[in-house]
C-alpha cells in the first residue's frame, strides 16, 4: 500500500522568510509519480508539480523549489522569501504507475504567512 | 482552467436521505474520480471510474456508489446518509491515466453537511 506523510501540520512564518515543507513517501512500486497541490482559502486544489520516479532532479520555478531524493522517500518543498499570498494548505501526493492511477494525498501543511 | 462541474455547491440534509453528487466534465478525459477531504486525512479516494461503465472503489467506498453512464457525468450517491459522511467531496479527471505524463484536475468541491 501506498502513503504519504506530511509530519508538520502547520506552519506559521513571517513574510520574505524560507520556509520548506516536508513530505515523506512509501510505496513498493519501482515507478511511481509525486505531485504537489496547493489549497488556497477558496478551497479549490491547484495543481503545482509533477515529478516521475525516475526523474531525481530537483527543479525551481520562481519562488518555489521541489528537492526529490529517492534514497530518504522525500520529496520537499520549498518555498523563498514567502509571501501572504503563498498561505494556503499545501497536499503532497503519490500516484502508483499502473492500475487506478489515482493519487494517495498526505494530510496536508498549513501555511500561514504573516505580514 | 479544465472543465469540471460539480453540483451542488453546497447541501445540507438530514441522515437518512439519499443524495446523489454530480460530477460534469467537458473535457471527454477518461479517468474521472471522487474524493473526500476531512481534517486530517487529507483527500482520500471514494471510488472511480476509467471509463463508461467502468468503475472500481477506493479506500473509502462503504456507504457510496457511483455510477457513469456517459463519459462527461460521474455520479456519487450516498444510499443514506449518515453524519460521518459530511465532508468536502471533490471530483477529479485525468485524460489517460497518471502513468501518460498526466496531472489529476480537480473540482470546485461540494460541501456536503448531514445533520
Known amino acids: 500500500a501506498q502513503k504519504v506523510t506530511q509530519a508538520q501540520t502547520e506552519i506559521s512564518v513571517v513574510e520574505k522568510e524560507d520556509v520548506t515543507l516536508d513530505c515523506v513517501y512509501e510505496t513498493r512500486d519501482t515507478t511511481y509519480y509525486l505531485f504537489w497541490y496547493k489549497q488556497p482559502p477558496s478551497g479549490e486544489l491547484v495543481f503545482l508539480i509533477r515529478?516521475?520516479?525516475?526523474?531525481?532532479q530537483n527543479e525551481i520555478s520562481g519562488r518555489y523549489s521541489w528537492n526529490f531524493q529517492k534514497s530518504t522517500s522525500s520529496f520537499n518543498f520549498t518555498i523563498t522569501a514567502s509571501q501572504v499570498v503563498d498561505s494556503a494548505v499545501y497536499f503532497c501526493a503519490l500516484s502508483e504507475a499502473t492500475g487506478r492511477r489515482a493519487l494517495t494525498f498526505g494530510s496536508g501543511t498549513r501555511l500561514q504567512v504573516q505580514p | 482552467d479544465a472543465g469540471i462541474t460539480q453540483s451542488p455547491r453546497h447541501k445540507v440534509t438530514e441522515t437518512g436521505t439519499p443524495v446523489t453528487l454530480r460530477c460534469h466534465q467537458t473535457e471527454n478525459h477518461r479517468y474521472m474520480y471522487w474524493y473526500r477531504q476531512d481534517p486530517g486525512h487529507g483527500l482520500r479516494l471514494i471510488h472511480y471510474s476509467y471509463g463508461v461503465k467502468d468503475t472500481d472503489k477506493g479506500e473509502v467506498s462503504d456507504g457510496y456508489s457511483v455510477s457513469r453512464s456517459k463519459t462527461e457525468d460521474f455520479l456519487l450517491t450516498l444510499e443514506s446518509a449518515t453524519s460521518s459522511q459530511t465532508s468536502v467531496y471533490f471530483c477529479a479527471i485525468s485524460e489517460g491515466g497518471i502513468s501518460l505524463n498526466e496531472k489529476l484536475f480537480f473540482g470546485s468541491g461540494t460541501q456536503l453537511s448531514v445533520l
Open positions: 515529478r516521475n520516479s525516475f526523474d531525481e
